[in-house]
C-alpha cells in the first residue's frame, strides 16, 4: 500500500479534512447525545444548509451527518456531492452525473487485493462485540430501533457466479451481536439473498462505514444487474481500487474504510424492522415489516476515533443523501438508458423538490423531429423503456420536456409542467410496472401497493415534435432585443434598482 495520503474521493477521512478546509465542516467537541439529539443537529443542518455536523463519540466512534448534503456555500451547493468523486468543488451536478457515468462502455479495473489497510488497525470478536454500546443513533422519534447502517456499503457476492454486489440498505441495532435491515425487491441485495435462500446456507455480509466517497457513490447508483460495483468503481478512477478480506468470510471490503461489520445474515430468522424515517420524508407509525438478522461475527475500525456517517433522510427541504445520491444517480443512469437506445435525450435530473420521485426528461428538439414521433408514441416508448429497469423503480412520473427547459431548475420545469401539460390527453399511465413501495401513495393510498401508479407527463406541444416552438417566452431573457437588455442593465442602478 502507498503510505502518502490518498485524494478526497478515496479515503473518507481525507474526505472529511477536505470539508474542513472548505470551511463546510463544523468540529463538534461537546458531548451530543445518539438518542435523536445528533440526528435532530444533522437534520436542521440539511435544511439550513449548514456546515457538515461531526457529532460527540464515546470515545471509540466520532459520527458524521450530512456528508453528502448541500454545501454551507451558496455559491457551489453541490461541493459536497463532487467531493466524493473527485470533481472540482465549483463542479455542477451535470459535471457530476457525466462524471459518473464515464465509466459506461469501458471494461472495468477489477480491484487489488492487499494485505492489511486502515480498517485492520483494531479488531473486536466475539465477547467484545456489543452493538449496543456503539453511538448508533436514534434518528427520529418514531423510529423503531437504533440505526447503524444508512451510509456504509453493503457487500454480498452471488452463491454461485462472480457477481459482488455493493448496495446502501438500512439496518439498525437489534441486541448486542446482532442487527436487522431493510433487503427490499428488486434490489440487487434482494435478488442475491434470494439465491442464498436457494442454496440453503446463510449469506455472508460486509457492511463498510466510512469507506471512500467514490465507492459509496457507484454502490448508490442503479448500475445493471451483473456489474461489480468495485470494478466500476476501478474504471471511474482509472486505476483499482484496494480491497482488504474479512476477517470471518471470503468478502472483500476498501481497505480505507472508517468501519467494517462482518457476519452473515440469517436465511431464516427475522425481526421486526423499522419503523424508519424514510426518503419521502415520512416514518408511518404502522409499519410492520419483518426483515431478516444480521449475524455479527466481527468488527475492525480505524484508530483514532473511527468516523461513522449517518443519514437522517426527510423532507428535500433540506435536501439529504437519499435525494442527492439515490435521486441524482438514478438520474445518471436513465439518461444513459435512454441514449443508448437513440432517444435524442440531453439530461434527466430528479428534482429535489418533489422528493426524487420525479425525473424531468430533456429532448433535443431538433433530433425530435427527425423521428417523425408523436406525444403517445414517444412518451410509451420512454415509460416502457424507463419503467421497466431498475434505474426507474423509485420513479412515479416523468416529463418530457424540451431543450428550453433547464432540468436542474426546478421553476423551469415546474413551469412547463403546469402550462404544456394537459390533465388527461398529456399523461400517459401505466399501471402493469412495478411501483416503489416506499412512496406514500403507494404504501399508504389507495389501490395496489406493489404495481402501477406510475405516469409520463408530456410537457411538449404537439407542434414541437415537428417545428420550431411558436412562442416568445416572456421573461426578461427571451421577451427583448439584446440592445434594449444591455441598456437596462447598464442604467439599472441609475433607476434606483
Ligand atoms: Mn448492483
Known amino acids: 500500500m502507498t503510505t502518502s495520503t490518498p485524494p478526497p474521493h478515496l479515503d473518507f477521512r481525507a474526505f472529511v479534512d477536505a470539508l474542513r478546509s472548505d470551511n463546510d465542516l463544523a468540529d463538534i467537541n461537546a458531548e451530543v447525545d445518539p438518542n435523536l439529539e445528533v440526528a435532530a443537529v444533522t437534520r436542521r443542518a ?12 464515546d470515545g471509540l466512534f466520532r459520527i458524521l451527518g450530512a456528508s453528502g448534503g448541500l454545501s454551507s456555500d451558496p455559491q457551489f451547493p453541490y461541493r459536497r456531492l463532487v467531493r466524493h468523486v473527485g470533481l472540482s468543488p465549483n463542479a455542477s451536478l451535470g459535471d457530476f452525473i457525466d462524471k459518473m457515468l464515464s465509466a459506461k462502455g469501458k471494461p472495468g479495473i477489477p480491484p487489488v487485493h492487499v494485505e492489511t489497510g486502515p480498517c485492520k488497525e483494531n479488531k473486536l470478536f466475539g465477547n467484545d462485540i456489543d452493538l449496543t454500546k456503539l453511538p448508533a443513533p436514534l434518528l427520529n422519534k418514531a423510529d423503531g430501533g437504533n440505526y447503524i447502517q444508512t451510509m456504509g456499503i453493503n457487500i454480498v ?7 459482488v454486489n455493493w448496495s446502501i440498505a438500512r439496518a439498525m441495532v437489534l441486541d448486542k451481536t ?7 425487491k428488486p434490489q440487487h441485495i434482494a435478488r442475491i439473498y434470494a439465491q442464498w435462500i436457494e442454496s440453503g446456507k446463510d449469506m455472508p455480509f460486509a457492511i463498510a462505514l466510512g469507506a471512500p466517497p467514490i465507492a459509496v457513490m457507484a454502490s448508490s447508483m442503479p448500475l445493471p444487474e451483473g456489474v461489480t460495483e468495485s470494478e466500476y468503481v476501478g474504471a471511474l478512477c482509472g486505476e483499482p481500487l484496494e480491497l482488504v478480506k ?10 480505507r474504510s472508517e468501519i467494517v ?9 427475522r425481526a421486526k424492522e423499522g419503523p424508519f424515517g424514510e426518503m419521502h420524508g415520512y416514518s408511518f407509525l404502522d409499519e410492520e415489516l419483518m426483515e431478516p438478522i444480521y449475524n455479527v461475527a466481527a468488527i475492525t475500525y480505524r484508530s483514532g476515533n473511527a468516523i461513522l456517517p449517518i443519514s437522517v433522510p426527510g423532507r428535500a427541504t433540506g435536501p439529504d443523501e437519499t435525494h442527492t445520491l439515490i435521486g441524482t444517480l438514478a438520474s445518471a443512469e436513465i439518461r444513459q438508458l435512454l441514449q443508448e437506445n437513440g432517444l435524442p435525450v440531453l439530461n434527466v ?20 423531429w427527425v423521428l417523425e414521433t408523436n406525444a403517445e408514441e414517444f412518451c410509451r416508448k420512454i415509460g416502457q423503456l424507463v419503467f421497466r429497469r431498475k434505474c426507474g423503480m423509485q420513479i412515479h412520473r416523468l416529463l418530457i420536456v424540451g431543450d428550453d427547459i433547464d432540468p436542474f431548475n426546478f421553476k423551469d420545469v415546474i413551469w412547463s409542467y403546469a402550462s404544456r401539460c394537459r390533465p388527461g390527453m398529456d399523461e400517459y399511465h401505466f399501471e402493469d410496472v412495478a411501483a416503489y413501495p416506499l412512496v406514500p401513495y403507494m404504501s399508504h393510498g389507495p389501490g395496489t401497493k406493489l404495481t402501477g401508479g406510475k405516469v409520463v407527463a408530456n410537457c411538449l406541444l404537439p407542434h414541437e415534435y415537428k417545428q420550431e416552438q411558436m412562442w416568445v417566452t ?24
Open 261 to 269: 461489520i462482518e457476519g452473515t445474515v440469517s436465511i431464516t430468522e
Open 474 to 497: 416572456c421573461d426578461f431573457e427571451n421577451g427583448y432585443p439584446e440592445e434594449i437588455k444591455e441598456k437596462v442593465l447598464r442604467r439599472w442602478s441609475d433607476f434606483g434598482l
Open 46 to 57: 440539511y435544511e439550513l444548509q449548514s456546515k457538515a455536523p461531526p457529532g460527540a463519540h
Open 349 to 368: 435530473f430528479t428534482p429535489y423538490e418533489t422528493q426524487v420521485i420525479w425525473a424531468a426528461v430533456q429532448v433535443d428538439r431538433k433530433k425530435l
Open 246 to 255: 474479512c476477517e470471518t468470510n471470503d468478502l472483500y471490503v476498501p481497505a
Open 178 to 184: 446482532r442487527m436487522v435491515g431493510l433487503i427490499m
Open 157 to 163: 457476492q452471488h452463491p454461485t457466479k462472480a457477481w
